[in-house]
Antibody
Framework: QVQLVESGGGVVQPGGSLRLSCAAS????????MHWVRQAPGKGLQWVAFIRYDGATQYYADSVKGRFTISRDNSNNTLYLQMNSLRAEDTAVYYCAKDANTAMDYWGQGLLVTVSS | QSALTQEASVSGTVGQKVTLSCTGNFNNIGSYAVGWYQQISHGAPKTVMF??SLPSGIPDRFSASKSGTTASLTISGLQPEDEADYYC???????????FGGGTKLTVL
């Protein structure tokens, strides 16, 4: 069955960096686009970034453009999110999700990123 | 301000049919398939519909439809375990981004 397992979350100071990973299994990872979606405390879901199946195309939410970079390693079935210049408003639970054309069909369990001094 | 508009809250009794709506515009819902996601007690989201597809393991009391720039998720025969927050999302061509609705809190009375 499809499994997505995130890792790399934690507490970081404002202006700091963090890299999230998402290990995928149960499907042909190299054939599907992947997303990062986040949820701030008490708020709704917010799309963060998308990467095409081959890594050739990426899209970002305006709120993270220029600070976050999505990438993937198809040989190791792993998705990444490099987060730089972190701000308090980036505090959220981050989910990786498998793309299903214009929707998402499978989600990871999520991990908490806290930006605080 | 979310790009897609959902009711803040909807309620229904066990066995009732309820419909949640998601309104956008021609650049998103009017042109692309919509995904619907269930989130129980702020746990991980679970996809209950994407396009017209019912994911494996999701009961067939869940169905989806679309008319113009409004998408709908219908739950027929509401069950207590359906109480959750529900979100819709799709691709927005003009924004070159995926967009979400603000979410609907479904309460089962």
């Amino acid at each position: 069955q499809v499994q997505l397992v995130e890792s790399g979350g934690g507490v970081v100071q404002p202006g700091g960096s963090l890299r999230l990973s998402c290990a995928a299994s149960g499907f042909t990872f190299s054939s599907f686009g992947m997303h990062w979606v986040r949820q701030a405390p008490g708020k709704g879901l917010q799309w963060v970034a998308f990467i095409r199946y081959d890594g050739a195309t990426q899209y970002y939410a305006d709120s993270v453009k220029g600070r976050f970079t999505i990438s993937r390693d198809n040989s190791n079935n792993t998705l990444y999110l490099q987060m730089n210049s972190l701000r308090a408003e980036d505090t959220a639970v981050y989910y990786c999700a498998k793309d299903a054309n214009t929707a998402m069909d499978y989600w990871g369990q999520g991990l908490l990123v806290t930006v605080s001094s | 301000q979310s790009a897609l508009t959902q009711e803040a809250s909807v309620s229904g009794t066990v066995g009732q049919k309820v419909t949640l709506s998601c309104t956008g515009n021609f650049n998103n819902i009017g042109s692309y398939a919509v995904g619907w996601y269930q989130q129980i007690s702020h746990g991980a989201p679970k996809t209950v519909m994407f396009g017209n597809s019912l994911p494996s393991g999701i009961p067939d009391r869940f169905s989806a439809s679309k008319s113009g720039t409004t998408a709908s998720l219908t739950i027929s025969g509401l069950q207590p375990e359906d109480e959750a927050d529900y979100y819709c999302s799709t691709w927005d061509y003009s924004l070159s981004a995926w967009v979400f609705g603000g979410g609907t809190k479904l309460t089962v009375l």
